[in-house]
């Protein structure tokens, strides 16, 4: 599916940020290390094309010491402030992901018996998520007392899909907020991906 030219640039935007966060040793980076980001959605040239137009926006600052140097860019303190709105690059990516934003119109109501592989899927995905939020000492420190409300909400998640029958929205509802939250604060770390394969168990419910 061809993406549009303002997609375009909200994903370069966002993987610049992830580049500049975990890759990067200086202020800078360059474009093949944003298209590594996005291998399979655009080409290089689309990449700096897109930091061009970025540049343009006032987002990113573009430098070349001489003719014979790969061109370097950085973000301006405007681009991470928005680059940060977005969250992580893996849930912009992940079409199932986006189908979270909205509670589906249908009220679906789930049987546990007639649904048993795909709400298996998701009870795993609950106690991997709720394993790594208990276990994992940097979500610990950066989560600091909210671990533990986090913690008990995914527990009554786990509790809903464990019944015979539960209202798929209501548990899209009570999921949606902290899927959210948890995939922006650990953008590229091992608990977004936990979050996004819970969002995939989900998202064959609907």
């Known amino acids: 599916m061809r993406l549009s ?5 909200d994903f370069v935007l966002a993987a610049a ?14 474009a093949g290390q944003v298209q590594k980001r ?10 700096r094309r897109a930091l061009r137009a970025l540049s343009e926006d006032g987002l990113v600052t573009i430098s070349q010491f001489d003719e014979s140097s790969d061109t370097a860019y950085s973000l301006t303190d405007q681009g991470l402030k928005e680059a940060e709105k977005f969250p992580s690059l893996a849930m912009m990516l992940n079409e199932p992901l986006t189908d ?20 298996q899927a998701i009870e795993e995905a609950l106690d991997a998520l709720s394993n790594e939020i208990v276990q994992s000492n940097e979500v610990g420190e950066s989560l600091g007392d909210e671990r533990e409300v986090i913690r008990e909400d ?8 464990h ?9 899209l509802g009570w999921l949606k907020p902290i899927l959210k939250f948890l995939s922006e604060r650990f953008a590229g ?18």
């Open 154 to 161: 995914i527990a009554f998640a786990r509790d809903a899909v």
């Open 100 to 119: 979270l934003v909205e509670v589906p119109a249908s009220d679906r109501i789930v049987t546990r018996s007639d649904n048993l592989p795909e709400v």
């Open 163 to 171: 019944r015979e029958r539960f209202r798929l929205s209501s548990l």
């Open 17 to 30: 940020c992830e580049v500049l966060y975990f890759e990067s040793q200086y202020e800078e980076f360059y």
């Open 38 to 47: 996005l291998e399979g959605v655009c080409s290089e040239g689309l990449v």
């Open 5 to 9: 030219f303002l997609k375009i640039k």
């Open 189 to 206: 770390k091992s608990i977004d991906e936990i979050v996004i394969r819970l969002a995939q168990a989900l998202d064959k419910l609907s």
